[in-house]
């Protein structure tokens, strides 16, 4: 799904390192969120944003921050990164207008951390 | 917290035969549950889903049913085919959406 991009793709980095990563959607969806995904655990929610002004914790967002810098951007950041953060991180977006329960979550390609 | 857990975590079946992988869920309050789809190396794709209100959703070869009262929904493929092959995880959702692990399913030809 090409309304929904993440950059970097990859990316290798070094335990104490700050990094970013970015997110971004044409689809106009009021909502965004971040998982993380490690084999046989599944997804899990990091943050999410239901608009620019409102973020919430998710499940695991210890070591994490993000930033909602506009609708259609949401970067997630690690401030120092330690190998426990090494997976594959998904961006997803939602449209909820006007819609009280929550809606279908359009997922963005991935981006693939090593944490050396 | 929601609490989603997922069975099996792999599931081998012979082409043409039905899969049904299972899910139940603690929070009384989730309302929305959709199944995803990942194949290797892909994003998770939303492959159908039903709320609350409903007990049984069908597409094709694939239904999804839910259970409010004991708390679990399933999803069953019927007609498998290889390129049914792939991760499957189920999700439940009021706020927030919670994931399953996962189950990885084979479909042997």
């Known amino acids: 799904d090409a309304d929904v991009t993440q950059t970097p793709r990859n990316r290798i980095t070094k335990t104490g390192k700050r990094i970013m990563l970015e997110c971004s959607q044409t689809?106009?969806?009021?909502?965004m969120y971040w998982y993380r995904q490690d084999p046989g655990l599944g997804l899990r929610l990091i943050y999410y944003s239901f608009d620019v002004k409102d973020i919430n914790k998710g499940e695991i967002s210890d070591g994490y921050s993000v930033s909602r810098q506009a609708q259609a951007k949401f970067s997630l950041s690690l401030e120092s990164a330690i190998p426990n953060q090494t997976a594959l991180y998904f961006c997803?977006?939602?449209?909820?207008?006007?819609?009280?329960?929550?809606?279908?979550?359009?997922f963005g390609p991935g981006t693939r951390l090593l944490v050396l | 917290g929601e609490n989603v857990e997922q069975h099996p975590s792999t599931l081998s079946v012979q082409e043409g035969d039905s899969a049904v992988i299972k899910c139940t869920y603690s929070?009384?309050?989730?309302?929305?549950f959709p199944w995803y789809k990942q194949e290797l190396g892909k994003r998770p794709q939303l492959i159908i889903d039903?709320?609350?209100?409903?007990g049984e959703k069908k597409d094709q070869r694939i239904a999804v049913t839910l259970n409010k009262t004991a708390k679990h929904f399933s999803l069953h493929i019927t007609e498998t085919q290889p390129e049914d092959s792939a991760v499957y995880f189920c999700a439940a959702a009021f706020n927030d959406m919670r994931f399953g692990a996962g189950t990885r399913l084979t479909v042997k030809p």
């Open positions: 929070d009384s309050a989730s309302n929305y």
């Open positions: 997803a977006t939602s449209d909820t207008t006007g819609i009280v329960d929550p809606e279908t979550q359009y």
């Open positions: 689809k106009g969806h009021d909502r």
């Open positions: 039903i709320r609350s209100n409903v």
